[in-house]
Every structure is written in structure tokens, then in C-alpha cells.
């Protein structure tokens, strides 16, 4: 954790020092892979397409802070400082948030409701990977890589959710590094623990 809230500070430091076009970690990581411009699907397109409307940063952070503090992980960050990077919203039933095999530059905070988390095959068939919880986190990977999505998800009745992207992550290591930190910390524990699992299933079925 010292050695990344270290880089942190010295990225921070590097932007006083220049135009900072150059010195964006996240929201630069797409052009930097080659990757069209017009590929990527920002938050802000998103939500018109699906007809997600503007929640109360006051409603989202509050539920934010309520869930994450049932976490052992999450119960560490400073929640009430997140209200600045953020955005919240409300997402009507039967929208596909995130789609597979697309580029997008931004994660999403389950608050309320219910999101299915669906891979499509090859042959056109959906299979249900797994229904979210509410304080699950979808997306992250995509962010934090730059790669595309691996599945689809789908609100499955209305939905409130925290949206980060990659500039409000860029804006978040400028302002508040060790806030930063700590989410880049939580958001590979999170990949981890999810990888580990995978590996665990795979494990019993050749055996």
C-alpha cells in the first residue's frame, strides 16, 4: 500500500509540473492501447441510451456508505470523501449497463435492486453467470486494464447505482492520492478474491 499511494503522490506531483495531457493513468490508457476513440462507450452515453436519471449525491452516498460498511474490505475507505467522484443514478428494469465486448471507461456500484451478470455465447445463448448483491461492484476490470468487458449486465428490476470512471479515478489520485490508493487497493483485492474462486471451480472439476 506504501509503495502505490508513493506512485500516487509522485503522478500528483507530475501534474503540477506539466499540462497534464500526458500525466492521466486511467482515462489515457485506452488511446494509449490503440484503441479508437469511438469504441469507447463512456458512462454519459450509456446513460442516455438505457434512460438512467441523476440521483442525489447526498441519496448515493449515504446507501454507499451504508453497504460498504458491512464489508471488512470497504468499512477502511473514507466514503463520505467519495461524494466528490461519484455519480449516481437511477437505471430502469430490463437495461443492459455494461456489454460485452465493448470498451468502456467506467465502473458501477450496485446501491438497490438487482443486476444479472450474463455471458453470450458464440451460438447466440445467454448464460447467467450470477445475480449481484447490492454494494457489488461490476465493471472494475475494465477500468483498471483498459481491456474489454467479459460479460453483460442487466438490471433486472430498477436499479440505484455509484458510477467511477476513469476520469473521476485520474481526478480522484490528483486531489486525494491516499483515497486513491486505498480504492485501486480494494479493486484488486476485489479481482483477486474473484479470480481465486474461478480458480477453485476449475480445480474441482478436473479433479
Request: charged residues 20%; without cysteine.
Given at each position: 500500500m506504501k509503495g502505490l499511494l508513493g506512485l500516487l503522490k509522485q503522478s500528483s506531483r507530475?501534474?503540477?509540473d506539466s499540462d497534464g495531457s500526458d500525466s492521466l493513468l486511467f482515462?489515457?490508457?485506452f488511446?494509449?492501447?490503440g484503441i479508437d476513440a469511438s469504441k469507447l462507450i463512456p458512462w454519459e452515453a450509456r446513460a442516455n441510451e438505457v434512460g438512467a436519471k441523476r440521483?442525489?449525491?447526498s441519496r448515493g452516498c449515504k446507501l454507499l456508505q451504508a453497504l460498504w460498511a458491512k464489508d471488512r474490505y470497504m468499512a477502511q475507505m473514507a466514503t463520505h470523501r467519495l461524494e466528490h467522484f461519484f455519480e449516481f443514478a437511477t437505471v430502469p428494469a430490463n437495461r443492459?449497463?455494461?456489454r460485452q465486448d465493448e470498451y468502456g471507461d467506467f465502473m458501477i456500484v450496485l446501491l438497490t435492486g438487482t443486476i444479472a451478470v450474463d455471458r453470450e455465447q458464440p451460438w447466440g445463448e445467454r448464460l447467467r453467470l450470477t445475480?449481484?448483491?447490492q454494494g457489488d461492484i461490476l465493471g472494475e476490470?475494465?477500468?483498471?486494464?483498459?481491456g474489454m468487458r467479459f460479460s453483460v449486465c442487466t438490471s433486472l428490476n430498477e436499479c440505484e447505482i455509484a458510477v467511477?470512471?476513469?476520469q473521476a479515478l485520474d481526478e480522484m489520485m490528483a486531489a486525494d492520492p491516499a483515497l486513491a490508493a486505498s480504492m485501486i487497493a480494494l479493486l484488486a483485492r476485489k479481482l483477486s478474491r474473484r479470480l481465486r474462486v474461478v480458480s477453485a471451480r476449475l480445480s474441482e472439476k478436473k479433479s
Open positions: 507530475a501534474r503540477g482515462s489515457t490508457a488511446a494509449e492501447q440521483l442525489s449525491a443492459d449497463i455494461i445475480e449481484t448483491r476490470m475494465s477500468l483498471l486494464d483498459s467511477l470512471s476513469a
